[in-house]
């Protein structure tokens, strides 16, 4: 594509500002390599039981934290390929880039599936991790490249929707398959990675196809000092993130070791990355006051909506007792209420300023997650739930995209696949940090309700005991079960009042960890109050002669 300035006046004509048919062949590869990428991480997490059954060396399950790894081994490998992406691209080409990372990504898949142990699976969770972790930083620079100013808005928000419906269609699609995919005499959890290679070999012939061919030009050497620092650093940081909700507590050494090391290995990168010209991630680019508010609030806002995120298809099946399947289903407001903003958001965001779009979307989520505070056991699907997951959808589609959007409208050209790629680490450390904090906070929860974990107990003690005495002298070693006991007359109603008592404890931890995630999002609306409100320059296609005009630090 030829370089052009801001000044060009054939800036229009090359750019219109309709949509056309070419742009959207584009983003239709762009699409389909990060449904692929985004749908992995989280449709995993249905299969982790059948994993611990079907993995086993022997009789006995393995430990939930060690087939947790699966899912831990693709979001390191994920986030530590992440700021090797915009040399390579540099290096090698755009489209050359992105094959790779579709082959990467479907090979991975394929060893997944044919995994004999659950450290193979580990192991090919990484190589999945890394094309995962490339397609779609890739992803937003061929999107960005394609757009052009006038329309990069609209293209962001279509590249958005696989971003909003991976967590919800994930669980959905990996409860079907793990239901119904009984083929060819293999465990049905393989199918959750074999899907992905007729998807990969269509995305591969179609970007064959559709994207232009790279122009590649001599690039700067890589910054090997940047990345001893940086990826080492961010994949122990993270470890240690991922480690919390097994720990209980950031006081842990398997939480804390790790996440000083990384700390301190990430201090010394941004340290380093001053030196260089051309620094594995370049944080001079926060230099920007635009770039550097939307980054603050776009980590703010992913580590309160994606921590809540967790927490309500949690409720559905533990509370509800709803299957997984279903649970994913009852997601789908969410995703629904997304679609209906995020067109909307895209086209507004390429008129209007940033500054007056965001701010709404983001009070819509805390309004949802105010509400979710008053979540009980007994609580309406249609009269309470889905219509607060349907509004906190339209928040959803309304903030993430436009935030991208402006972040990157500030930059110079051959700033944009750097800017892109520091953002996507930013938003997968920001959604780390959501989950880990949820988690934490409804474990807490579960440990200030006693009666839950007593009742879990007093069941596994109580199989097969039928004698009166028995039973008493259990309820006198489960007391909490025992004050649910007391308020039954007739034995045979005790399980259902004890049930009863446990989802409502269960539902008042799952309320007040919306707590939480509700004063996050207030914090998040206040910084969102400094994103420009005022018209946004595009500086995309600007000359990188042009940088020195633009507020970015050199």
Excluded at 224 to 247: E, H, N, Q, R, T
Aim: aromatic content about 8%; some cysteine; hydrophobic content about 50%.
């Amino acid at each position: 594509m030829p370089s052009t300035s801001k000044h060009d006046p054939d800036l229009l004509e090359e750019y219109p500002e309709k949509i056309d048919a070419a742009v959207l062949k584009v983003a239709g590869v762009v699409v389909l390599g990060m449904i692929m990428a985004i749908l992995d991480i989280t449709v995993v997490n249905v299969a982790l039981p059948h994993f611990q059954t079907d993995l086993a060396p022997g009789d006995t399950p393995l430990d939930y934290s060690t087939v947790a790894w699966t899912v831990t081994a693709y979001t390191l490998a994920l986030a530590s390929v992440i700021p090797l992406t915009g040399w390579a691209a540099d290096r090698f080409g755009t489209k050359r880039l992105y094959l790779t990372a579709i082959v990467l990504f479907a090979l991975g898949s394929t060893l997944c599936a044919f995994a004999p142990n659950i450290h193979l699976l580990i192991s090919a969770r990484v190589v999945q991790g890394l094309g995962g972790g490339m397609l779609m930083p890739l992803g937003m620079t061929i999107m960005t490249r394609a757009a052009g100013p006038k329309r990069i808005g609209r293209l962001m928000s279509i590249l958005g929707i696989p971003m909003l419906l991976g967590p919800i269609g994930g669980p959905i699609l990996g409860g079907w398959l793990i239901d119904n995919a009984h083929w060819l005499d293999r465990p049905s959890w393989t199918w959750i990675f074999m899907i992905n290679l007729p998807i990969g070999i269509i995305a591969f012939l179609y970007a064959s196809i559709v994207l232009p061919k790279d122009h590649t030009q001599p690039s700067e050497s890589i910054d090997l000092v940047g990345l001893a620092l940086m990826s080492p650093g961010l994949a122990l940081f993270l470890y240690g993130v991922s480690s919390i909700p097994d720990a209980g507590t950031f006081a842990d050494a398997e939480v804390l070791v790790p996440m000083i090391v990384g700390a301190v290995l990430i201090a010394a990168f941004g340290w380093w990355s001053m030196k260089p010209k051309h620094p594995l991630l370049d944080l001079r680019l926060l230099g920007n006051r635009q770039f550097s508010v939307a980054a603050l609030t776009m980590f703010l806002f992913a580590c309160a909506f994606f921590g809540a995120l967790l927490l309500m298809p949690t409720y559905f099946q533990q509370v509800r007792g709803e299957s997984t399947f279903d649970a994913g289903l009852l997601m789908a407001p969410q995703g629904l209420g997304a679609m209906v903003t995020m067109p909307i958001a895209g086209a507004l965001v390429d008129r209007f300023p940033v500054g007056r779009i965001v701010p709404v979307g983001i009070a819509l989520i805390a309004g949802g997650m105010f509400t979710l505070t008053q979540l009980t056991a007994e609580s309406s699907y249609w009269g309470f739930v889905i219509p607060v997951l349907f509004v906190m959808g339209l928040g959803m589609g309304a903030t993430m995209m436009p935030l991208m959007t402006s972040s990157l409208k500030a930059l110079v050209g051959p700033q944009v696949a750097r800017g892109s790629t520091m953002l996507n680490i930013i938003q997968q450390v920001a959604s780390s940090f959501g989950v880990a904090i949820a988690s934490v906070l409804l474990t807490r929860g579960y440990n200030q309700h006693p009666l839950i974990g007593q009742a879990q107990a007093f069941g596994e003690a109580s199989k097969g005991v039928k004698d009166p005495s028995a039973i008493q002298q259990l309820l006198e070693k489960f007391p909490e079960v025992g004050k649910v006991a007391a308020t039954v007359n007739d034995p045979g109603a005790m399980a259902q009042a004890l049930q009863t008592a446990v989802h409502s404890d269960m539902a008042e931890a799952f309320a007040s960890t919306y707590w939480v995630s509700a004063f996050l999002c207030l914090v998040t609306f206040v910084v969102a109050l400094f994103l420009p409100r005022k018209h946004e320059e595009s500086h995309m296609l600007d000359e990188e002669e042009d940088e020195a005009a633009t507020p970015v630090a050199s």
